[in-house]
Every structure is written in C-alpha cells, then in structure tokens.
C-alpha cells in the first residue's frame, strides 16, 4: 500500500478517536479506546514515514488529491485538497510518530486523574491529525486549514483546566497569538500564489517572485510560524499555553507542534521561495540567538516547573533556528555541503529536542500527578518516592544540558561545527557575526545546564519542602513504561546518532542537493561530519569507556579499600538543621546567575527588609523579575489596539443623520475615484 | 596496538601524576609563603587513608549522591586520558575532540552540582549555586579559545591540533597568546584556585567548590578530591598540549621519542605547578561577583582572540 | 602574512599587548589601579617604538620610545598619583554603564576598526595593516575610557591612552616622518591638560586659585 495512502487512513481513525472521544465523561473505556487509537494510528504514519525514507523514490513523490474544498470555484479551477509525501515531511513524520505513541501511552496513566475527560479526548486525536496533515499538505490551502485545525484543537486542550484563571488567561494570550500567526501565513501564502492565484505547492515552486515579495513572505513565515514555533520575541504565549496543558498535551505542544511551525519555517523557506540571498539566514539567526539566550535566561528566573521547560523549548527552537539560518546563509552563497551540514545539525537538534522535551513534560506530569504541585519551592527529595520518574527526568535533563553521550550533546556539536564551518563565507560581516553567534551559543548551552540543575535538584533531590512531597507516590506502569522508552530511545539516539543521521540525509538532498557525504557508510560508530576532515565523535566509545571505567574504579576501590557505608545526620558543618526550609530553595539558586545576567536584561533586583533585633517580625526578601519584551512589544502594543478600538466605539453610538452622512461621504469618495480614474 | 599500549601508559601515568602535581603546588606554595609544607607525596597518603575509611552519608541523600563521586571521577579521568600528553598516538584519539572534552568536564560538574543539592543543607547549595555561575561565563570563554584554535587548524580534533601546532611553526601568534591568557583565566576558575576560589579553606564565604562536596567523606571524597587533582592536570596538560606542544611524539615515532615526550610532559607540569603556586601566593582571592566580571574578561579575550585570528589569518 | 617572521611577530604582539591594556584600563575600578595599567601600557609602547627603531634601522624612534617611558610611564602616573592623594579625589571609579555592557562595546569597537582597515590597505604590506587596526582599536578604546568614566583623572589617563594608539600607528608605519616631534608636542598638549585639571580641582576644592592661600590653609604660615 502507498505510504500516504497509510497516513490518510491513520488520519480517518483519528478523526474517528476524536468523535468517540466526545463521550468520554460517559465511559471510562472510552479513554483507553481513544489513546490507543491515537498511538496505533501514529505508529502507522511513523512506519509509513520510514519506509518512505529508507527508500524514497526515484522519480516524484506520491500525491493523494481529496474533492474536499470550497464550494465556490472560479475560473473552473478545481478547488481540492492537494497532499503529497516527501522527504521533508517524512522527516517529521517520524518525529511525531516516535513521539505521539511514547506520549499516548503515558497519557493512558495520566489522564485518569482529568475531572472532564471528553474536554481532553475529543480534540487530542483530532491535534494529532491536524499535525499529520499538515506535514503531508500540498497546497496552501490543506495546509492552513490543517494548521488551524492544529492551534484550534491545542487551544481547547489548553481549556481543559478552565477553572483556572491563568489558564483562561494562558488560552486568550494562544488564541491571539495562534490567530494573528495564521493571518500571516495567509498573506504569505497569498503572496507565494501571487496573481495567479494558483495556491498548489508544485505551481509556487514552479512560479518567480520579485524579490520584494520573497522578502515580504519570508518576514511573513519567520512572523507566523515562528511565533508558533517561539521565537523570541513573539513567544510570549508558550510559557503560558504549554503548562496551562494537560501534562501529556504539554509534551506534544513542546515536542511535535513546536516542530510543524518549524517544517513551516523550512518549507517555505528553503522550498516555495526560491534561492534567497544570505541577509534571510541572518534574520533567522540573530532570532534564533536570541531566543535562545533570553529562553535559558527567562527559565532560570521561574518557580514553576513547566514554566522552566516551555521556557526550555524556546532555547532549543532557537539552536534549531541557528542552524537553519547558517544552511540560508550557505545556501545563499553557494556552498551547498556546508549548508548540508547546518541543516542535519538543525534537523537532528529536532529530533533530539523532541524526544528529550516530551520526556520532560511526561516527567512533570508525573511529578504534578502524584504531589498536585506545579511550583518547585514546594517540592523536593521526589527521587526517594519516585525512582525511576526521578532516573528518566534526570535523563532528560542531562540530554538537554548537553552532555556525552546523550542525544542533545550530538545535535548541539554538530551545530558548532558548522558554525566552525561558517569561516568559509564570503562576507566580512558575516565573519564577525559567526564569532558572536559561537559566544552566544556556548552560553545558551552552559546556562541550559545551570536551568536543568535547578529544575532537577530542588525538585527531585534535597529534602522534602512541602507535605505533598514527602506524600508522592510512583506513577503507574504505562507511565513509567512511557517515561523509560523515551529515555532509552535519547541514550540509542546519542550513542548512535548515525542512525538518524541516515534518515536526515534524503530531507538535505532534496533541499538542498546534496547530503552528507562522510556520515552513514563507514561505521555506524564514527560520526565524521565534514570528509577529509580529522573531526570525529564516538558517543558509544565514551559511554564505553565512561561506564566501564565507572565500574572498574567501584570493584577495585570496593575490593581493595573499603566498602563500608554508615547512614547518620548530615554535616552541615556541625550545625544541622532539620527543618526543610533552610536548605537551598530554587531562587536562592538562581540568585547569582540572577544577579550577574538578570540586572541588565530583566531589571531583576531584591528588596530586603530586615526588622531590627529585638522585632518578632520575619525578615522578608522580595525579588522583582521583569519581562522587558512584554513591556516593551506586547503591551504598547495591546495598549495601542485598545486605545484605538475606545476611540472607534464612538462609532457605535452616532445618531442616524451621522451614519447616513458616513454612507453619504463613502459613496461620494468611491464615484469621485471611479471619476478620476476612468 | 601500539596505540592501545600508549593509552593504557597514559592513563595509568596521569592517575599516578595527579596526586603528586597538588603536592608540588601545596609545597610550593608553603614554601613562598615562608612555611615548611606538606610533603610533596602527601596527597597520595590523604587519599588511602579517605579510601579506607567507612563512608558516612547523611540520611536524606539519594543513589545519585552515592553514584556521583564515580560519575564525576571517571568522566575527568576519561576527559584527561583524551588530552595528548607524550604522545599523539592513543586509542582514543578519534574520539578526543576539543568540545567532547569541554562537554565531558561540564558532565563532571552536573553531577557534583547535583550532588551539592542532594544532602539538603545550605552549604551544598551555596556552592552549586556559585559554580553554575562561575561555569555559565567559563564555559563560553573555553569554547571561545577552542574555536580560535580550531579555526587556526581546521579541526576541533585534539590529535590533529596538536600535530599541526607541532609542525608548522606558527610564530607568536596575537590570537594564541590572548587565547592563552583566557585560558589561563578559566582554568583558574574551573580548578576552584585562588583569586576565584580557595582550595584549602572551609569557610562558608568562601567556598564554591569545598562547599558541593562538603557532605562527603570515605571513598566518596577520595573520588571526588581525585577528580580535582586530575582535573587540575588535564587543564595544564591542555594548556601545554595545545600551547607549548614541544617534545610530542607523534605516530610511527619510537621508543627514543616517547621517552622524550615523556621527560618533556614531566617538565611542563613541574614548571606549570611552580607558576601556578607563585600566582596563587601573590594575588588575593576576588569577591563572588568580581569573579563574573573576571571570567567575563576571559570570555572577552576569548573573542579578541578569534577576531584577530581573522586579521592575521589574511582572510 | 609571513609567519613566523620574528620581527613581525615580535611588533604584534607588543601591539595587542598596548590593546589588551587597554582593555585593562576599562576593567579597572580603583584609580590606581588605572594609573597603574596605563604606567605599564607607556612601558609596552616604548618596548614597541624601540623595536620598531631596531626593526626599521631608524634611530629617531629610540627617543620617542625614550619620551613615553620617561615622561607616559614614570613622570604622569607619579604626577596623577600625587595629585589623587593630595586632593583627596575619589578613589574608585564610576562608570555610566555597567562592567559587561563597557566591554562588550569595546569588542565592537575592535571588530569595528578591523572591519574598516582591513579592505582600505589590503594592498599594502601586511605589518602596515595589522598595526593600524591594533592603532585603531587602541584609539577608539581610549575614547571610550573618556566617555564611560565620570572621573577626571580617569578622562585624563583615557586622553593618553588614545595619544598612545596615534603612536602606535606612528611608529608602526615604515619612514612616517616628524614622530619625534609628534610625541614632544601630544606630551606637551598632555601637561597642560593636566595643569589644567589639577587648577580646576583646587579651583572647586578651595573655591580661589590664589597660591597665598593655599600656603596658608597648608597650615606653613599662620
């Protein structure tokens, strides 16, 4: 069977799921039926998509055109949905059918706690099938109903916790946001279609832009998908929407959805636009530098755990968008391997980010299930209650700080080397910029590593700073079973990132032409990026040599010095304190990185208050953390649109001589230009 | 084989080395200070004698504060069994890349972060709090001179530089000497000496790195005082690997070259050791948040070095 | 670029020394530590203006290496250093921007000189190109250091510092002509500016420039 004939009946059996769903505060079973429907139907789509990639075919890929349109249709054109299956969308196909299933199976221990289930069972399925079509859409059409299809059922899974005011509020800020991005997909499509109007993706490719109008569409996508994907600044609205969440609608928005805005970005970038010049791989980069800098830094300053890993998701969207931008650069000045070499990096940082990000949302979900809290200065000493959460999240958190022989140390090399490999461009500016953007990208990944110490050490280690805590139980067996696939899929990924690396190459040929040449066919072992170069990478032989080592180092000691072990109060320096409270608490963490990055960039500052001695009062602290990009775009901007609708209320209350003068002064307008222009 | 045997020398040799480079800074730096010292093998009678003893583990603390002082050893240890240090030819060669290392090394400090949170006390957060902070300047600014170097050679592999730094002679580089002042900078932050931190103390204002490991005691601490003392080595290894690589044997040299790579490597850390000493007993130790503008420098050098590479390299 | 030249080499690096003090020079936060930083900056400019006079085989470069070690790196700072003590002037400086923030524009003001030498001379020899970007940077720093600093002294001592990167240059570029007398006349303009500030001081301080009563407020006559 053709693959994309697969995916569209996986896609029929979700939107099947979804009706189904729809009488889940009913029947218990009903949840059990929908996920498993959901993770059957993307494991379909994740088959089809790699079978697709391990032999794409030679001549056009397949395309499936469904009679499902507009009833109007103009000029005899035949309004239809296009969809076509190629490398590209394989590509993420597989990475939302690895994710989707490992994310449904933690869902069906989950969710059993959600008060209004059909809220949550009707739209996921029908999230998921909004995500598969729109990777496999052809036109401009499927794809921007698909994509609204996708935000609109994300935002009634963001409303499943409605009776929470910060989730109603999280829900405004997405819808908003969610709304103004497809506005500018619109136009950018319409753009993209131009006079014609002949929105098919095979007749935009086929067709010339000015360059005006390339330069229009790119600001367009970067504009639309880029908020969705979150980049700064127009991302304000995921550290809202993505905890607001179900724990496992979480995880797909951060993992999967975050990754179809970046398809977007790719899609019409590197393929419906045409060769660009190099100045869009700058815009691409400068975002992404930015995002991820300030994502890390916003994240450290948080008290909520999901928070810190939606902040999280920005960070590593932008070291994606970096390696994006380098490829447009390259592109754009001809050196096609290098660009190869940028956009595996990038892709292969999505994979990894995917896989890595969803681990830690399910992880969270677990944490909030079994204590009920969200805010980590409550929590605490969970790795005594919660093994093998605890182990999982602490894979997660590694992967993502960026240490061998993870997955997301891969990724993360990879896009050094081929901002090392930037030395080759031309201009001298460009030069320049490549040595910032190597110090900007060393401190996301150092910062990363300070974020993902807080969030795993004062929640999971420590002792226990709230009775919810100390009360945590482990989750349930679909969870934990959820929760180690995907860890052991990171450690396969990182020890063998050749294995991905295979499946990335048919996206680079297509875009860009070529692939990589020296990676894939030696050994399975060696990840040598640039041939002819002496740079290579084993993840398997440092974890090897790491954990034998390890274990070398423990039987001699063990055997030959001592393995007693005495347990008894800490030492604190002879002053042991039991109370809770006197340990470190997350801001106390936080609070040099705070005071060294956040005086400039957030205007953080501390007010302390100390009673004098003899006063019963307790001393209060209070710390002030601004977000500078919301005050400085969203709420002039906010404040502006209100501004400007007050003013234009008036019109709602003129008397009846003022309205006919209103239509009276138009008719008069449009004859005079009609008389002018004949 | 041959470069199996070598790795296996080599490993062996910077196990045996660490202890005995502390002891030489130790007494060094008693002996500037008008003080007799510690004998120079001390630190190997230190590290039995914690070996042997029953580990005490505070009640609250986890499997990972039990696992870490491992993780943390052998992941410096496998990081410095990738510097070259007599010869170029090791086992491991393919894999040493200059940025898996510096990874490796912010592998090792993760987990000794997390093992500072473990126990629950202030102290441990008081000195994982301060390392993040330190590491989120000092990072950058290693990665900064590694992409001066690699850009200079070509490759981030550690093996090649070394090679190429050997071969052709590359004058007195601008970017070299800047990226060596940074270096310089970092490996003092990172090695928790004084002006950013005081090895020797156990005062609450001072510590970083004393305060994460504050908890541990046996085994453990030998561990995690041996992973120190390596670590102290691989940065002087590196340093001379990269800037003062004379007396490297290279594959296909023989045992004549070895044991002059050898004799050469010994000198470098004697004499690395000695300077380390004389600049820890004449400078004081910096305020916590003087240490971010001093590894801001660093970091800044890091790039002058880079954009002068581009200048000289006539690009 | 010949490398491994020693002559060249020798002549870089004591340029990027000139320049990484005087990155120095805006790390510093106490006065003497500024005037210590900029004592050794003349120091390393009179070693550059030496060896560019052995390199060149111009012997009139010997005395402006000699006017910056005497009068830049001994007379000045010993004179600034009894001129904070005696007027009791403020000891640390204030900056306008932060510690980070002063940097970072120093590197763009590095990059920013590299970028506008490096197309205008790309024919010339390439000693010529590298020094006049060091010059440059060295120049554009000392600017910077008057700019972000709110202290006279330390204005002052950023005055020299860009004068310093004009030598530099000076020195650097092979047959310049009139750089003994160049040096005479920045040092001479650099007495005045600094009698000048010395009469402002005392001047704010006592309110009146009359000697005879500073002797008496000396407590030397009743």
Known sequence: MQPLSLIAWAVAALF????????????????????VASIAALLVVAAAALAFLLSPPADSSPTLALPIGLPVSPDGLQLEMHFRLDALSAYFLLILGIVGPAVGLFAIGYDRHEREPARVLAFYPIFLAGMVLVLVADDAFAFLVAWESMSLASWFLVLAGHRAEETRRAAYVYLVMASMGTAALLLAFGLLAGVAGDYRFAAIRAGHLSDLAAALVVLLTLVGAGSKAGLVPLHAWLPLAHPAAPSHVSALM???????????????????????????????????????????????????????????TVENIGIVAIGLGLALMFRGDGLASLAALAMIAALLHALNHALLKSLLFCGAGAVLNATGLRDIERLGALIHRMPVTGFCFLIGAAGLSALPPLNGFVSEWLTFQAILTGIHLPQWELKFGIVVIAALLALTAALAAALFVRAFGIVFLGRPRSAAATAATEGSSTMRAALLVLAAAC????????????????????????GLPGAGVASLLWFVPLPGSYTSYSGLVILVAVTG?????????????????????????????????????????????????????????????????????????????????????????????????????????????????????????????????? | MIAAAYQLLHLLLMLAAAPALTGLVRKAKALLL????????????????????????????????????????????????????????????????????????????????????????????????????????????????????????????????????????????????????AMVMVAIAENARVPVDNPATHLE??????????????????????????????????????????????PGADAHALGIG??????????????????????????VFRVSEFLGAALLLGLLAVIFLYVSKGL | MQMGTLAFDVAHLLGASVL????????????????????????????????????????????????????????????????????QIHRTVETVFGMGLTMIIGVALVALAILLVLPITYQSVAITRENLALALSVVLLGLLIMITRRNAVTQVVGFMSLENGLILAAVGVKGMPFVVEMSVAFSVMVAFIIFGVFFFHIRERFDTLDLHYLETFRGERE
């Open chain 1, 254 to 312: 951060s993992g999967a959805m975050t990754k179809v805005a970046l398809y977007a970005i790719i899609r019409i970038l590197f393929d419906l636009v045409g060769p660009t010049g190099w100045w869009v791989g700058v815009i691409l980069v400068a975002l992404g530098a930015v995002s991820g800098v300030m994502g890390v830094l916003y994240g450290l300053f948080q008290r909520d755990l999901k928070t810190m890993l939606a902040y999280s």
């Open chain 2, 205 to 250: 204002l001072t510590m970083v790195h004393e305060a994460m490991i504050l908890e541990y005691s046996g085994r453990h601490l030998a561990l995690m005082e041996g992973a120190a003392m390596l670590k102290l080595l691989l940065y002087l290894s590196l340093i001379a690997c990269i800037f003062a690589p004379w007396g490297l044997a290279v």
């Open chain 1, 16 to 35: 099947g799921a979804g009706v189904v769903g729809l009488f889940g505060n009913r029947l218990p079973v009903v949840q059990r039926v929908v996920y």
């Open chain 1, 491 to 514: 450690v396969v990924l990182g020890v063998l990132p050749l294995l991905a690396v295979g499946l990335i190459e048919p996206v680079s040929r297509q875009l860009l032409g070529q």
């Open chain 2, 34 to 181: 008008g003080r007799r010292g510690p004998p120079v093998l001390q630190p190997y009678r230190d590290l039995w004698r914690l070996l042997r003893k029953e580990a005490i583990v505070a009640e609250s603390a986890s499997v990972l504060f039990r696992v870490a002082p491992y993780l943390t050893f052998t992941a410096v240890w496998v990081a410095i069994s990738l510097v070259p240090a007599f010869s170029t030819d090791l086992l491991l060669g393919p894999t040493a890349d200059l940025i898996a290392l510096a990874a490796l090394l912010g592998g090792a400090r993760f987990f000794m972060a997390l093992a500072g949170l473990d126990v629950g006390t202030s102290f441990g957060g008081i000195g994982s709090s301060r390392e993040l902070m330190f590491a989120s300047l000092a990072e950058p600014a290693m990665l900064m001179v590694i992409f001066t170097v690699s850009l200079l050679v070509g490759t981030t592999a550690l093996a090649h530089i070394a090679e190429t730094l050997l071969a052709t002679s590359v004058g007195l580089r601008v970017s070299l000497g800047l990226g060596l002042v």
């Open chain 1, 549 to 678: 080592l390890a274990v070398i180092v423990m039987l001699l000691v063990h055997g030959f010095a001592s393995n007693r072990l005495r347990r008894a109060p800490a030492w604190d320096c002879g002053f042991p304190d039991p109370r809770p409270q006197t340990q470190y608490s997350a801001d106390s963490l936080a609070q040099p990185l705070r005071r060294v990055f956040g005086t400039s960039l957030f205007q953080a500052s501390e007010r302390v208050e100390m009673p004098p001695p003899g006063d019963r009062r307790p001393a209060r602290i209070e710390v002030r953390v601004r977000d500078l990009v919301w005050r400085a775009l969203y709420a002039p901007v906010a404040d502006g649109i209100a501004w400007f609708t007050e003013r234009l209320n008036i019109l709602q209350f003129l008397t009846i001589r003022r309205y006919l003068s209103m239509m009276f002064a138009a008719l008069a307008l449009l004859l005079t230009v009609v008389a002018f222009t004949q």
């Open chain 2, 262 to 287: 050898i004799l050469a490597w010994l000198a470098k850390m004697i004499v690395g050791g000695l300077l380390l000493a004389l600049f820890e007993t004449s400078i004081a130790k910096m305020r």
């Open chain 3, 20 to 87: 990484v003090l005087s990155f120095g020079l805006l790390f510093q936060r106490r006065i003497f530590g500024v005037l210590q930083t900029f004592a050794l900056q003349a120091t390393l400019l009179a070693a550059a203006a030496a060896w560019q006079a052995f390199v060149q085989d111009a012997p009139h470069l010997y005395i402006t290496a000699l006017i910056a070690l005497l009068f830049k790196a001994i007379a000045i700072p010993v004179a600034l250093h009894r001129i904070v003590l005696r007027l």
